[in-house]
C-alpha cells in the first residue's frame, strides 16, 4: 500500500509518514495521539508547511491541523480572541477586522498558521513588541496521554512560558486565545539612506517607528527604510491593491533567479537593476493586518537569525565582505526587523531587545551557500536561529546560548518522557528527550 505523502510550503522537505490525519476536531487530535502511542508511533504536528528545516516531518503520525481552523470566540470585554490551531493567521485577521478588532502586530506572513506560528517564535517588527508569544493569554495543549490540559499564566509558570514556544515537543495546540485590540490603520512611508549611515545610528532608527524595517541587496551600499505607524487617517484610495506591490517584488526576484540560472552570477545585480524596485514610492495607509503582511505566491527558501540589537549593526558590517567574496548573489534583499525581549526559554528573542537578520534564496544548490557563508557570521555575534528557518546548529550549539536550556529540557522530559512528540531533527536540535533532565551538552560550537 502506498503511504499518503507530504510537503513543506518550499517544496525542499517531505516525509511520507505511517498515517497523515486530518483532524477536524480536538477530540479527534486526542484520539490520533492515543493511537500512535498504542502503536509506538511519534506524534508530528504541521500546518501551511511553512517551515523550512524538517522540524514536522516523521516516519510516524502526522497531523496535518488546516482542517482544525475556524474562531472559537470572540470576547470584546477582555479583549481576547480564541481560534483553532490551523487558523491561518490572515484569516483570523479578517474575521477580527470585521469585529472591529485586530492582532497588535504580526508578521509579513498571512498563510502561516497560528499555532505554527507561535511554536516557532514568530514575530512583526518592533521594539515596542516580543514575538507573537506575547500576546497569547492561554491554550489548550493535547498531552502525550491523549489529555487535553487547559493552561495559562496563573497555575504552572515554568510550563506557561516553555509550551508557547516549545516547536511541538510538548504536546499538540489545540486552542490559542490572543490579545487583541481595537482595529487600527497604519501608514507606510519607505527612504533610502547609505548603508554605512544607517549602521552608525542603527539602535537610533530602530526606535524612530513603531515598526521599521530594512532592506539591503548586499552589492550595493544603499538601504530601503521602511517605517509603519499608526495614524488616524482613513485607508487610501485603492490601499488594498498597493500590498501587491511587495508580491510583484517576490515575482520579480523569482523571475531573475530563473534568468540567473542561465546567465550566470552577474545576473542578478544587472537585472535588479534594470528591473528595480516595485514597493511603492509613496506614502499609504490601510487596515493594519493588509499593511503587516502581503500574498507571497513565489517559492523559496529563508533563514533568520536573532542578535542582541546592539550587535545587529557590527553582524551587518561582518556580513557585507562575506556576500560579496562569494559573487553570487541571491535576487531577495536581506530583511533586517527588530523587536522586544521575552522570558520564554526557547524564545530566539529571550532576554534581549533583538535584531533580526532575514536572508532569502531561491531554491538552488548555489544559492543555498550563501545562507551557510551568512549563519556563521551571524552566529559570532551571539545570534540565535528562527526555528523555523533554515539553520544548520545543533544542541551543541544553542543550548549556551539559551540561559533557561536546561529548564527546558526538564519540562520536556516530564511532559513527554518517552519522546512522543520527537523525530530524528528534533533530537539534533534539543537532544534526545530521554537525556533531556540529565545534562545540557557540552561546549559552544561554531
Known sequence: MLRSTWRTWSGTVGCAPAQLARPT???EIGQAVRAAARSGLTVRAAG?????????????????LTSYAGVVAVDHAAGEVTVRAGTRIGALCEALDRQGLALENIGTLADQTVAGALSTGNHGTGLAHPPLSGAVTRVRLVT??????????????DLWGAVRTALGTLGVLSTVTLRCVPQFNLRLRLGSEPLDALLERFTDWAAQSEHPSLNWLPWT???????????????????????YAATLDEVRCGLTAQAARAGGAGTVPWLTTRLGGLWPDSPYTDASHRVFTF????????????LPLERTAEALRALRPVLRRLRTYSPYSVLVRVGAGDDLPLSPAYGRATGYV???VPRTAGQIEILRAAEYVLREHEARPHWGKAHTATAEVLAPRYPRWKEF???????????????????????PVTAAADAVPAGGGR
Open 358 to 360: 532575514n536572508l532569502t
Open 48 to 64: 501551511t508547511g511553512h517551515s523550512f528545516n524538517r522540524l514536522a516531518t516523521t516516519p510516524g503520525v502526522l497531523l496535518d
Open 295 to 306: 500574498p507571497q505566491p513565489v517559492r523559496f527558501l529563508a533563514m533568520e537569525h536573532a
Open 409 to 431: 529540557q526538564r519540562i520536556r522530559a516530564l511532559l513527554d518522557p518517552h519522546g512522543v512528540f520527537s523525530n530524528e531533527y528534533t533530537d539534533n536540535l534539543l537532544g
Open 144 to 157: 502525550a496521554e491523549g489529555e487535553i490540559r487547559d493552561l495559562g499564566p496563573e497555575a504552572d509558570p
Open 25 to 27: 476536531s480536538e477530540d
Open 221 to 243: 551600499d544603499r538601504v530601503t527604510l521602511r517605517s509603519v505607524d499608526r495614524t488616524t487617517e482613513p485607508a487610501t484610495p485603492r490601499a488594498p491593491l498597493r500590498r
